[in-house]
């Protein structure tokens, strides 16, 4: 059986700034909020909560996100996001300009589409090494504006 093989994601450089910021605004807001009012227990439980589910889940995001290739089957993961891709299945790898959601820490992304209309966009750092072990178990699988990486 072969090992597994871990990529983990690229980051962004500015992601965690932004998350950072966004992750504050909640509790700045509370204690803004609070300036007139005294801080209650059910406030300073709210503001609590606001400050470390966020850091948890970004922690756990920032943490785990990677694309695991385990025997045939490549596994995405991405905080509480699970996804598994039987390998045989994917058809097709492209280059993303997507900007929506997805199991990433970039915005330099790769799709990959497998069955018949599935599809999954990650942001692995070592795309080359990602794309040629994808492509040593799929030979046949297309790389559309992605050949240098054949």
């Keep these: 059986m072969e090992p597994e093989l871990r990529f983990p994601s690229k980051i962004d450089w500015w ?19 609070a300036k007139h009012t005294p801080f209650t227990p059910a406030t300073l439980t709210m503001l609590g909560v606001s400050v470390a589910f966020p850091i948890v ?3 756990w995001m920032f943490a785990n996100t990677a694309y695991v290739i ?19 299945l994917i058809t097709r790898i492209d280059r993303s300009n997507t900007f929506g959601s997805a199991p990433t820490l970039s915005l ?13 966009t990650i942001s692995p750092k070592d795309r080359r ?8 178990r799929v030979p046949n699988v297309v790389l559309e504006d992605l050949d240098e990486y054949r």
Excluded at 15 to 32: D, E, F, M
Excluded at 70 to 88: M, T
């Design 15 to 33: 992601l965690p700034a932004i998350l950072g910021l966004a992750v504050l605004a909640a509790p700045i807001s509370i204690a803004l909020g």
């Design 57 to 59: 889940l970004v922690g």
């Design 70 to 88: 385990e025997g045939s089957l490549l596994r995405v993961n991405c905080g509480p996001i699970k996804i598994a891709v039987p390998i045989d």
């Design 108 to 120: 330099s992304r790769i799709t990959i589409h497998y069955g018949r209309f599935s599809e999954v």
């Design 129 to 136: 090494g990602f794309i040629r072990a994808i492509v040593a």
